[in-house]
Nanobody, 126 residues
Framework: QVQLVESGGGSVQTGGSLRLSCVAS????????MGWFRQVAGKEREGVAR????????YYHESVKGRFTISRDNNENTLYLQMNSLIPEDTAMYYC???????????????????WGQGTQVTVSS
């Protein structure tokens, strides 16, 4: 069973940048859709970005388009999220997830994703 471990979260000021990493172990991720979600206490977990197994297609939530970039290195079994121009509304716990197959169409529904990391906190202050 795949294990996912996120890192790279922290506290930054508005306009700052962070790069999240997610290292997978126990199973190669090269044939799976991977994604990033975020959650604020008391709210539904929302999909931020997903990336096709061969990196050919990337999907972004409207609120992060032009600021966040998802990427992956299948040789290193690692998923990344480069976050630039951060704003306080980006404050959340960020989770790495593996879908369990090719990327689905439509919105990212967190309940349909199979494996999850423990999360890394991102805090953006004004």
């Amino acid at each position: 069973q795949v294990q996912l471990v996120e890192s790279g979260g922290g506290s930054v000021q508005t306009g700052g940048s962070l790069r999240l990493s997610c290292v997978a172990s126990e199973e190669p991720i090269g044939t799976y859709c991977m994604g990033w979600f975020r959650q604020v206490a008391g709210k539904e977990r929302e999909g931020v970005a997903r990336i096709w197994p061969d990196s050919s297609i990337k999907y972004y939530h409207e609120s992060v388009k032009g600021r966040f970039t998802i990427s992956r290195d299948n040789n290193e079994n690692t998923l990344y999220l480069q976050m630039n121009s951060l704003i306080p509304e980006d404050t959340a716990m960020y989770y790495c997830a593996l879908y369990g197959g090719g990327c689905p169409d439509g919105p990212m529904v967190w309940r349909k994703w199979r494996f999850w990391g423990q999360g890394t906190q991102v805090t953006v202050s004004s």
